[in-house]
Protein backbone atom coordinates (compact mmCIF):
# COMPACT_ATOMS: atom_id res chain seq x y z
CA UNK A 1 0.00 0.00 0.00
CA UNK A 2 1.36 3.72 -0.78
CA UNK A 3 1.76 6.73 1.49
CA UNK A 4 -1.97 8.69 2.14
CA UNK A 5 -2.63 11.95 0.97
CA UNK A 6 -5.03 14.07 3.38
CA UNK A 7 -6.03 17.51 1.76
CA UNK A 8 -8.54 19.95 3.70
CA UNK A 9 -9.47 22.98 1.76
CA UNK A 10 -11.04 25.73 4.40
CA UNK A 11 -12.52 29.09 3.29
CA UNK A 12 -12.92 31.83 6.14
CA UNK A 13 -15.61 34.93 5.52
CA UNK A 14 -13.04 37.48 5.65
CA UNK A 15 -9.39 38.45 5.94
CA UNK A 16 -9.12 39.09 9.49
CA UNK A 17 -10.11 35.97 10.03
CA UNK A 18 -8.02 34.26 7.15
CA UNK A 19 -5.22 35.65 9.09
CA UNK A 20 -5.86 34.53 12.46
CA UNK A 21 -6.46 30.60 10.97
CA UNK A 22 -3.59 30.91 9.32
CA UNK A 23 -0.77 32.13 12.32
CA UNK A 24 -2.78 29.22 14.13
CA UNK A 25 -2.85 26.32 11.38
CA UNK A 26 0.99 27.57 10.67
CA UNK A 27 1.73 27.78 14.18
CA UNK A 28 0.25 25.03 16.34
CA UNK A 29 -1.84 22.80 14.19
CA UNK A 30 0.23 21.36 11.67
CA UNK A 31 2.58 20.43 14.25
CA UNK A 32 0.33 18.59 16.42
CA UNK A 33 -0.78 16.46 12.94
CA UNK A 34 2.64 15.49 12.75
CA UNK A 35 2.85 14.70 15.92
CA UNK A 36 -0.25 12.51 15.70
CA UNK A 37 1.46 10.16 12.49
CA UNK A 38 1.33 13.00 9.52
CA UNK A 39 5.09 12.79 7.91
CA UNK A 40 4.49 15.85 6.87
CA UNK A 41 2.23 18.87 6.45
CA UNK A 42 2.03 22.24 4.62
CA UNK A 43 -0.54 25.55 3.90
CA UNK A 44 -1.37 26.95 0.38
CA UNK A 45 -2.99 30.16 0.25
CA UNK A 46 -4.83 30.04 -3.19
CA UNK A 47 -5.39 32.84 -5.11
CA UNK A 48 -9.10 31.89 -5.32
CA UNK A 49 -11.34 32.26 -3.86
CA UNK A 50 -9.99 34.87 -1.67
CA UNK A 51 -9.65 34.02 1.78
CA UNK A 52 -9.02 29.89 0.98
CA UNK A 53 -6.25 27.65 2.02
CA UNK A 54 -5.59 24.44 1.09
CA UNK A 55 -3.85 22.34 4.11
CA UNK A 56 -2.03 18.96 3.17
CA UNK A 57 -0.87 16.40 5.08
CA UNK A 58 1.24 12.85 3.56
CA UNK A 59 0.71 9.59 5.93
CA UNK A 60 2.89 6.60 5.65
CA UNK A 61 0.05 4.70 5.21
CA UNK A 62 -3.60 3.94 5.09
CA UNK A 63 -3.32 2.20 8.46
CA UNK A 64 -1.52 5.26 10.10
CA UNK A 65 -4.07 7.69 8.36
CA UNK A 66 -7.03 5.10 10.18
CA UNK A 67 -5.83 5.81 13.23
CA UNK A 68 -5.16 9.65 13.38
CA UNK A 69 -8.77 9.98 11.90
CA UNK A 70 -9.86 7.92 14.78
CA UNK A 71 -7.52 8.85 17.37
CA UNK A 72 -6.36 12.09 16.76
CA UNK A 73 -8.74 14.17 14.23
CA UNK A 74 -12.17 13.99 16.77
CA UNK A 75 -9.91 16.38 19.28
CA UNK A 76 -7.86 18.67 17.06
CA UNK A 77 -11.03 19.09 15.15
CA UNK A 78 -13.10 19.97 18.35
CA UNK A 79 -9.98 22.56 19.28
CA UNK A 80 -10.66 24.42 15.61
CA UNK A 81 -14.07 24.94 16.61
CA UNK A 82 -13.29 26.72 19.87
CA UNK A 83 -11.49 28.68 18.06
CA UNK A 84 -13.38 29.58 14.87
CA UNK A 85 -17.27 29.43 14.36
CA UNK A 86 -18.88 27.79 12.31
CA UNK A 87 -19.98 30.46 9.82
CA UNK A 88 -15.99 31.97 10.11
CA UNK A 89 -14.82 28.94 8.52
CA UNK A 90 -15.76 26.09 6.07
CA UNK A 91 -13.90 22.73 5.57
CA UNK A 92 -14.04 20.33 3.04
CA UNK A 93 -11.74 17.01 3.10
CA UNK A 94 -10.37 14.49 0.89
CA UNK A 95 -7.96 11.44 0.65
CA UNK A 96 -6.53 9.36 -1.73
CA UNK A 97 -3.45 6.89 -1.75
CA UNK A 98 -0.53 7.92 -3.91
CA UNK A 99 0.12 5.33 -6.94
Known sequence: MGRVYYEV???MIDSSIAEEWSRWM???HIDRVV???ALSGRVVAL???ANTFLVQFE???RQAFEHYQSM???SLRQES???FEP???TYARRSGTYL
Open 9 to 11: TAT
Open 26 to 28: VGE
Open 35 to 37: HAG
Open 47 to 49: DSP
Open 59 to 61: FES
Open 72 to 74: HAP
Open 81 to 83: AKR
Open 87 to 89: DQV
